[in-house]
């Protein structure tokens, strides 16, 4: 920094203080915690025709209106965070979960959004594809200072354009996001233009947590081992809950290091947004697989006009898999009988197995069976459905488009029950 | 000076009373009189060609009834006092001893085998210091009016040393076979580790490259092996040369394991001084500057004795109470992974290798806390205070 520079940064922070003791404005509303993972009903649109956003596992931010100024709360803090029955995480996150609750707005809107910082360490929130004075984008250390720990910086802008968008920390980035900080942010078009029956988000996150440990380890570039929605894993993941006939938009946010092709079963659909705006009709095309890149985000949307339990994942077969290990033997046809008494003799106390050779499918017998293992720590593949075991972990769950349910219930029905004759069958001749 | 026993600091003409009754827990159990009849040294060398002129007495008697109770002693397994009271017995040396002092008979025998059913616990029979006590009982009932104190504390020395000898052999035999033992267990591990590379060769799933390190990593074990098989052969032969075994008699078993660390740690009081009272080098030494020199020499010995058999039953109790578990703990969280198909088989059997070989280090730890235990009481005159 040359002596100019350094001038300059001081005069605006001094401009920046001053006007910040000018104005006078109210104390931020106490924080509203989401611990809870179950997904929560949306929010009222109040009439102003747009159908509010599901959080998978999640919920939006309420607010407070003061004089015409939307304004949020966001405590960034220490959390814990399961990700299925079986598995906590000692994340960072936002109002007592990772992701932070959705902030949810309308196109036009002035929002005041206070930040709270309760980490150990400083932090900024960045907002993800919003177009804002620069001063407001959250940049640690370039358009702004880093927020210490202990303090709440206030940020506020109008909010010119709808569409999906994220936010998350710019301010030791790494670690913080890879420690759950993160969350989505929804604005709905003000013309009522776009609007589906049903709308839901989730943002993906990738994680490197050692079986039988608690805390992310940061410090990984590329071998993760838990893959998420919503900071949630399957079985842990609620499943998307559809009318029949409904207009349904899925909105997906990336913030892991890799593309996820998110498929969904049952249906193909049209990509109709990103986090640059919408996508006009001219350039969208159908397909049955949305590829997330990395730091993006893709609104998909389709007419669920057909019943039924429709499997909907990260097309990555690694990432449908709880952690595994990814330096392990190959034993794919590998005949062990001749090693296996030696060993299980070596291990008296040991309901030892050889496993392996005929596929990992019988790893989910293993786990019905009560097999132990490291605590903390899910199975590489789990789940039971009305057929058997589901096999599957991760980046994983279902659509449930039913005829018999009302508008506004997303209520999981349970399994579906398929209609004679439509189930696939054993051949007997 | 002041700091010396009082033995150091008594002058020549009264060493010699004080060395009778330091004596005294070697004569426990004789008559008053016999004490009192105890020769004086300053007018016995007269009598010194006494012994060569003994008649040479027949010892077919003695020998059968040692035999007989060898027999029986090895009919079972071998114990640590039982090895001793073998070698009190069968030791030729020691034989030669009984001879030329006339307490050899079957009495001896028996009496010894009386003392050694009395020891509560098999591995603190210290049965040369019961043979050392019981032949010098004898000879003082029989002999002592011709004998010699220098030949006489020497003699019991012997019993004494030979004692210790077979003691340190036998924890090495007993722990070279458990290291064997052990050793065959990790070799079976490295050689399953090397049929599964044979198998996944054979699949299609490791090269050749795999498959050879596996087996390499086998090579390895079954060299120690052999070593290891030799350690055990040596051990047990230095054991069989002390007891004079030989033909059947060498087809001995022992317990598979050494015995478990005593729970309470073997810190003596006052140990000095008791060695100072037992020590045979001590109690035979008259000239004052000498005494005072053994009396340094002995305590120095003591002290590090002692050290080392508390820092050999501090390793121990540390390998037992906390490696071994951790080494537990590393391998149950081991097949806990191998469960959810984090690590893979070869983990697993590394893990195992290393739980085995805390294992082995816990007998050779064990090992050396007996020894150290068998040296230092060799080094305070035979036997640790109760
Ligand atoms: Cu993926």
């Known amino acids: 920094m040359n002596r100019r520079q350094f001038f300059t940064a001081s005069g605006l922070g001094l401009a920046a203080s001053a006007g910040l003791m000018s104005r006078a404005i109210a104390a931020p509303a106490e924080p509203e915690s989401f611990a809870d993972p179950a997904t929560r009903q949306p929010l009222s649109a109040d009439g102003r025709g747009y159908t509010p956003v599901v959080t998978l596992n999640g919920g939006s931010l309420p607010w407070r209106l003061n004089n015409g100024v939307k304004e949020f709360h966001l405590v960034a803090e220490p959390v814990q965070r399961e990700f299925a029955p079986g598995m906590v995480v000692n994340c960072w996150g936002y109002n007592g979960s990772s992701p932070g609750p959705t902030i949810e707005v309308v196109e036009g809107d002035r929002v005041r959004i206070f930040v709270t910082n309760k980490l150990p360490e400083h932090t900024t929130i960045h907002w993800h594809g919003i177009l804002l004075p620069s001063g407001m984008d959250g940049v640690g250390g370039l358009t702004q200072p880093h927020i210490p720990k202990g303090k709440t910086y206030v940020y506020e802008f109008t909010v010119r354009h709808s569409g999906t968008f994220m936010y998350h920390p710019h301010s030791d980035e790494m670690v913080q996001m890879a420690m759950g900080m993160m969350g989505m942010f929804i604005v709905h078009p003000r013309d009522g233009s776009r609007r589906v029956d049903r709308d839901f988000c989730f943002l993906l996150a990738s994680w490197d947590i050692d079986p039988g440990t608690f805390t992310p380890n940061t410090a990984e570039m590329t071998d993760f081992n838990m893959w998420t929605f919503n900071s949630r894993a399957f079985p842990g993941i609620d499943p998307l809950v559809v009318r029949k006939g409904d207009r349904v938009r899925i909105r997906v946010g990336n913030l892991t290091m890799t593309n996820h092709p998110i498929h969904l079963h049952g249906y193909s659909f049209k990509i109709t947004g990103t986090d640059g705006g919408w996508v006009p009709p001219s350039a969208q095309w159908p397909e049955v697989t949305a590829d997330i890149p990395v730091g993006a985000m893709r609104a998909f949307e389709f007419v669920a006009d057909v019943e039924g339990d429709w499997a909907f994942h990260c097309h990555k077969s690694h990432h449908t898999m709880g952690p595994m290990g990814h330096d392990i033997p190959n034993m794919i046809g590998v005949d062990q009988k001749k090693a296996t008494p030696k060993i299980a003799k070596l291990l008296p106390d040991y309901m030892y197995m050889s496993m392996g050779e005929n596929g990992m499918a019988e790893m989910q017998d293993m786990v019905a069976m009560g097999m132990s293992l490291p605590e903390n720590t899910l199975p590489m593949m789990t789940g039971e459905g009305p057929f058997g075991p589901i096999e599957m972990g991760g980046m994983f769950t279902v659509l449930k488009v039913r005829e018999d349910l009302a508008p506004g219930d997303y209520t999981d029905p349970g399994w579906y029950e398929h209609p004679e004759g439509t189930v696939a069958y054993e051949y007997k001749s | ?386």
């Open chain 2, 1 to 386: 000076m002041t700091s010396l026993s009082p033995i150091a600091a008594k002058k020549s003409r009264h060493s010699k009373f004080l060395l009778i009754a330091g004596a005294g827990w070697l004569l426990a159990g004789c008559s008053a009189t016999t004490l009192g009849n105890f020769p004086d040294t300053t007018d016995v060398v007269e009598r010194a060609d006494y012994i060569d002129r003994k008649p040479v007495p027949d010892l077919s008697d003695y020998q059968e009834a040692a035999q007989a109770r060898i027999k029986e002693l090895l009919a079972r397994p071998l114990t640590v006092g039982s090895a001793v009271e073998i070698a009190m017995l069968n030791s030729p040396g020691l034989q030669e001893v009984y001879q030329k002092y006339q307490i050899w008979d079957e009495d001896l025998v028996a009496e010894m085998a009386e003392a050694a059913k009395k020891e509560a616990d098999p591995n603190h029979t210290n049965m040369d210091w019961v043979a050392a006590r019981l032949a010098l009982m004898k000879s003082v009932n029989t002999v002592y009016r011709y004998d010699f104190p220098d030949e006489y504390f020497a003699v019991a020395e012997d019993f004494i040393e030979t004692g210790e000898e077979v003691r340190k052999a036998y924890f090495e035999a007993v722990a070279a076979a458990q290291l064997q033992d052990m050793l065959e267990h990790a070799a079976t591990a490295t050689q399953a580790a090397a049929e599964l590379a044979n198998a996944q060769y054979e699949a299609g799933t490791a090269n050749r490259r795999s498959q050879a390190l596996q087996h390499m990593t086998h090579a390895e074990i079954v060299k120690a092996l052999a070593e290891a098989r030799l350690e055990a052969v040596v051990a047990r032969e230095a054991l069989n040369r002390l007891l004079v075994l030989w033909g059947d008699d060498v087809n001995w078993s022992a317990p598979e394991t050494l015995p478990e660390l005593p729970e309470a740690r073997p810190a003596y009081e006052g140990l000095e001084e008791y060695a100072l009272k037992r020590r045979l080098d001590v109690l035979s030494e008259r000239k004052s500057w000498a005494l005072w020199h053994t009396a340094v020499d002995v305590r120095s010995e003591v002290r590090e004795n002692h050290a080392a058999l508390l820092t050999r039953y501090d390793i121990a109790k540390y390998q037992r109470d906390t490696v071994l578990p951790l080494s537990a703990v590393v391998l149950e969280e081991t097949q806990l992974e191998y469960n959810g198909m984090l690590m893979g088989i070869y983990d697993l059997i590394d893990d195992t290798r290393g739980q085995i070989e805390a294992g082995r280090e816990y007998v050779e730890a064990l090992r050396d806390f007996w020894i150290a235990e068998a040296e230092l009481s060799q080094a305070v005159g035979g036997t640790l205070p109760n």
